[in-house]
């Protein structure tokens, strides 16, 4: 069993929405903090949000008060509703935990495409 497994993405028009979701094995919900990281071409991987299993919320600039990041421990799944895309938000996004260390595994991500 792939231990990640992100879906949703899609291609959108600037100011559309859509709801990314994350399938991953316990040994990643067992971790207190579980989020998104984003890539675009030619960028580094970067940490989008993050929910700690008490509820804790970090947002990076670029996507506050546009995206809202949930999870559901029992399930082992998280979801990204991401809202009022821009063209900037272009990218493969992942689901891990956080922070992920140098040689944890990585899912396949999923490509998100905003059209302006």
């Known amino acids: 069993q792939e231990p990640l497994v992100e879906s949703g993405g899609g291609l959108v028009q600037s100011g559309g929405s859509l709801k990314l979701s994350c399938v991953a094995s316990?040994?990643?919900?067992?971790?207190?903090?579980v989020g998104w990281y984003r890539q675009s071409p030619g960028e580094e991987r970067e940490l989008v949000s993050y929910k700690t299993r008490s509820g804790t919320l970090y947002y990076a600039d670029p996507v506050k008060g546009r995206f809202i990041i949930s999870r559901d421990d029992a399930k082992n799944t998280m979801s990204l509703q991401m809202n009022n895309l821009k063209p900037e938000d272009t990218a493969v996004y992942y689901c891990?935990?956080?922070?992920?260390?140098?040689?944890?595994?990585w899912g396949r991500g999923t490509q998100v495409i905003v059209s302006s």
């Open positions: 316990r040994s990643i919900f067992s971790q207190r903090i």
């Open positions: 891990n935990k956080v922070p992920a260390q140098r040689g944890d595994s």
